[in-house]
Nanobody, 122 residues
Framework: QVQLVESGGGLVQPGGSLRLSCAASGSDFSINVMGWYRQAPGKQRELVATITSGGSINYANSVKGRVTISRDNAKNTVYLQMNSLKAEDTAVYYC????????????????WGQGTQVTVSS
């Protein structure tokens, strides 16, 4: 029901910056949390950052200080500004949203984007 469109991934040199965007669309859905996860080759998917509808933010220690997450509730869009990128940041980044259908607010739902590749390399 909910569609997530991710953009902004690509190739960047170490120390560079990248800004990811994820726009959620759909009806009868209220988003409570939006966030970004990533998965590098041979590694488990891990949390990067999340932001609630109320503005509470959580960052992974590995990106704290280099990454900023923000959202536009009116546009149902979440952004991930990444600075001082390192080779270790290379991964597929996935947008995630959690919320409820307004018709069944007792059932928590979870949606994932298709993923966008971020490659940090010289």
């Amino acid at each position: 029901q909910v569609q997530l469109v991710e953009s902004g991934g690509g190739l960047v040199q170490p120390g560079g910056s990248l800004r990811l965007s994820c726009a959620a669309s759909g009806s009868d859905f209220s988003i409570n949390v939006m966030g970004w996860y990533r998965q590098a080759p041979g590694k488990q998917r891990e949390l990067v950052a999340t932001i609630t509808s109320g503005g509470s933010i959580n960052y992974a220690n590995s990106v704290k200080g280099r990454v900023t997450i923000s959202r536009d509730n009116a546009k149902n869009t979440v952004y991930l500004q990444m600075n001082s990128l390192k080779a270790e940041d290379t991964a597929v980044y996935y947008c995630n949203v959690m919320g409820v259908k307004e018709s069944v607010p007792w059932a928590q739902l979870n949606y994932w984007g298709q993923g966008t590749q971020v490659t940090v390399s010289s």
